[in-house]
């Protein structure tokens, strides 16, 4: 059975995350999105809500599942029996970290295949972080992410005001 692998932070999960999510579901029989518990970042929702989300946004699709892993991608994909990870492409500048990513994913295990997915020209220039930015200044993101995202956005940003001063934004 060919299953494949989509990793990220998806803090929190967007429409263009989504587009690829249901994309490859038509590839593959099964599509496994991987969630990243990554200490060294900082994010916005903590682990269980970002799968919590992404489980509310793909209700109703059979073959995708939700699990979080921490810790090297090629040993999540060696415990899954997987050898395939889907990867979505939007700028030029998505190109060289995800191509050095590809690569070091090959060393460490031969076996696996990247496979990219070019993002839809609608969502080419949406993110994750820049979705947050425009949280955490007062706005809004309709139709950037799913409806039940959108309110997760404005109760984490409206009832935590210390985000207003958060890294994310401090950083860029
Ligand atoms: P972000 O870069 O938005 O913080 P993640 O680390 O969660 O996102 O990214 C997980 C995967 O989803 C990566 O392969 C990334 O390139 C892809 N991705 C993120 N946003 C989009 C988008 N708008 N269109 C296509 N792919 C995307």
């Given at each position: 059975m060919k299953?494949?692998?989509?990793?990220?932070?998806?803090?929190?999960?967007?429409?263009?995350?989504?587009?690829?999510?249901?994309?490859?579901?038509?590839?593959?029989?099964?599509?496994?999105?991987?969630?990243?518990?990554?200490?060294?970042?900082?994010?916005?929702?903590?682990?269980?809500?970002?799968?919590?989300?992404?489980?509310?946004?793909?209700?109703?699709?059979?073959n995708i599942e939700v699990e979080s892993f921490s810790g090297l991608l090629v040993k999540f994909l060696e415990q899954k029996k997987a050898s395939i990870i889907i990867k979505g492409l939007r700028a030029i500048s998505d190109f060289?970290?995800?191509?050095?990513?590809?690569?070091?994913?090959?060393?460490?295990?031969?076996?696996?295949?990247?496979?990219?997915?070019?993002?839809?020209?609608?969502?080419a220039f949406l993110s994750s972080s820049k979705v947050k930015e425009i949280y955490l200044l007062g706005g809004n993101a309709k139709g950037l992410v799913p409806d039940y995202v959108e309110l997760c956005l404005r109760k984490k940003s409206g009832n935590q005001p210390e985000f207003l001063a958060g890294q994310d934004v401090e950083k860029e």
């Open positions: 299953q494949a692998i989509y990793p990220g932070s998806f803090d929190p999960i967007t429409m263009g995350h989504l587009n690829i999510i249901m994309r490859s579901s038509k590839i593959f029989e099964k599509i496994i999105v991987a969630v990243l518990r990554n200490p060294q970042k900082q994010p916005m929702f903590t682990l269980e809500e970002r799968v919590e989300m992404i489980r509310h946004s793909i209700e109703g699709i059979p060289d970290f995800e191509f050095q990513m590809a690569l070091m994913n090959r060393k460490l295990d031969s076996e696996i295949e990247t496979i990219f997915l070019m993002t839809e020209d609608r969502y």
